[in-house]
Every structure is written in C-alpha cells, then in structure tokens.
C-alpha cells in the first residue's frame, strides 16, 4: 500500500539519539530518521556505503585526514570501508539510506548506548 511519510510526525515520535529508526524500505536500502547530540565513535562499515542526509541541525563528519560540515538541507556518501565519527553540534535530525540492516557501528564494539538493533520501524 501507498502512504505519505510526514518527516516531522516521525521524528515526534521518538527522543533517543544514535537509535535509527525505519520508516520507509526500497531496493534493499533502508530510509531511517536519526536523532544524533554528541560524539559518535569511531567505525566504518566493510561492506556498504552510507548516506548522511541532514534534516534538521548541523553535523560535522570526521574522518581521519578531514572534516565536513553539513547544514540542513546537505548530504555525504561514506564510502565503504571510510572510517568516520558523526559529532553533532545540538541535537540534529538526520536521514540514513544505507543497505538493509547494516548494523550503526559497523563491526566496531561501542558502549551500550550507540549499539542500536536493527530492524526498528516507526
């Protein structure tokens, strides 16, 4: 069935940061909201590429040699195997598309707190 996805309703509906929600499924990629406020460790992820979409807030992503800054409104591809850290400056409200059930820290072991499951719908 056809339905719209009002982004702003989604986003209501949950507080927690580094917990990806999915709200939409195509092509075996995953549509997810994210709620982010600080550091995210270090990690990358072996086997996909992953693209940050800032909704909402500013986000810098590091990596290794550089940073970048995304406002509202931009984006960044992660290619694969690019290790990062998304730092957010405030809270931000971001879109993850990324391969289905890509896990959020890669094969990194992170404390509890940024160890998201997989596979939650909002």
């Given at each position: ?28 990629q995953e ?30 992503l590091e ?60």
């Amino acid at each position: 069935m056809t339905q719209k996805i009002n982004i702003d309703e989604k986003f209501a509906l949950f507080s927690e940061h580094f917990r990806p929600k999915i709200v939409a499924e195509l092509n075996g990629q995953e549509f997810k909201l994210v709620k982010a406020e600080g550091e995210y460790p270090w990690h990358s992820h072996v086997d996909a590429d992953e693209m940050f979409f800032i909704w909402k807030g500013n986000l810098t992503l590091e990596f290794r040699t550089h940073s970048v800054e995304l406002n509202a409104g931009e984006a960044l591809v992660i290619p694969m195997g690019v290790e990062h850290r998304p730092v957010a400056h405030g809270e931000v409200q971001l879109f993850l598309i990324e391969p289905k059930n890509l896990k959020n820290n890669g094969d990194t072991i992170v404390d509890a707190k940024f160890d998201a499951p997989n596979d939650v719908w909002i």
